[in-house]
């Protein structure tokens, strides 16, 4: 989403006119689901993918359409034909796709363009509702925020969907009486992973978790090591006073990741996190370091209102990773386990009692931490 917003962006300030493209019905298997959204502009590349690349280029093609006429465009694929030797082979399905077009045009729809972009990024989850069918033509392309009370929302949700935080509710379409048709957008906020420590070990992570699309900070009490030329591709690079906290917005959709090599600095870090709403912190380093780190937090507090579990240390999938490359895949595999709910095993579930060679890492990295 970042990457489209990002584009979005750049048509504004140049003044260019784009296309989003969203999934709004899948009819058996898919590549993608509803919801999906791939986005271009009159000068540049697409971004993102509907499918597994078969059907892009035509969606450029009605785009174009789109672009000239100024109006929305509803196009529908059927790969379920055996027979059809093109849609059967290049999108990794065997279902259909209907797709809305619509058009980005800062200049003449500066409203709808800014809530376009808007909602791409919230930091809250949103609901859009979209019309993308309706008898009068001037009401296609509508687009307005349903608030999370909103009576209509019974309508459209089931008992099980009605906590809009919940990730995998479903975006849908909806007709109304008049036959008109809604697509109602669950859109989840861009998670963001905020990383204490700037090392060496930090420089792949910030890379492997920005091409993930999400968003990424960098925190350290070493003025030295906060240092954009070293991370160019961080969101935010924050450098804060030695034995204190950073003040830092902490929510149910921020990752946090400690790997600072500095016992002291991460044990404050530590007891910050943990009395916050996190999901996830990763703690870089052998777990009995980590145990030693929290002895103070529980004499201090009750383990059950610390949730202990989010605290996984080692940090990682278990994919005996040793390099700092192949440490960062394992932490960014681990962040998409979490965030997906998926069911890879971490390290805290393997290493056993055998030293992992992330630790054995860790601590050769540990001449660092000065």
Known sequence: MLKIVSEM????????????????????????????????????????????????????????????EGKPKTIYYDFRDEDDQVWGLGVGCNGAIEIFLELYDPQQYPEKSMLMEKTLVAEIPQIIA???????????????????????????????????????????????????????????PIPTLIIFGAGPDAVPLVKLTKEMGW????????????????????????????????????????????????????????????????????????????NQLLEPLLSNYKSETLNLERIYSPVGIDIHAKTPEEIALSITSELINVYRGGRSLHLKQTKGHTQTNQEQTWERGCSLSL
């Not at 009401?139 to 990730?167: C, P, Q, T, Y």
């Open 9 to 68: 962006a750049r048509c504004r300030r140049e003044k260019k006119r784009g296309v989003l493209a969203t999934i709004i019905r899948v009819e058996g298997s898919s590549y993608q689901k509803e919801g999906t959204k791939c986005f271009f502009a009159e000068d540049g590349a697409l971004i993102g993918l509907l499918s597994g690349g078969c059907v892009e280029s035509d969606v450029i093609e009605h785009g174009k359409e789109v672009l000239e």
């Open 215 to 290: 968003r990424v900070k960098v925190v350290d009490h070493r003025p030295g090591f906060v240092n954009p030329s070293i991370f160019p591709l961080a969101d935010e690079l924050i450098c804060y006073p030695r034995d204190q906290v950073p003040e830092l917005t902490l929510h149910d959709n921020t990752y946090t990741v400690v790997m600072s090599h500095n016992f002291n600095q991460d044990q404050i870090v530590l007891e910050t996190l943990v009395q916050s709403t996190v999901p996830y912190i990763g703690v870089l380093g052998p777990s009995r370091r980590t």
């Open 130 to 188: 979209t019309v993308v069918k309706a008898e009068e033509e001037s009401r296609l392309g509508k687009k307005w925020i349903v608030a999370s009370d909103d009576e209509f929302l019974s309508f459209v949700l089931s008992d099980k969907d009605k906590n809009v935080h919940h990730r995998k509710t479903k975006s849908r379409l909806v007709t109304l009486a008049d036959d008109t048709e809604l697509f109602i957008d669950f859109i989840e």
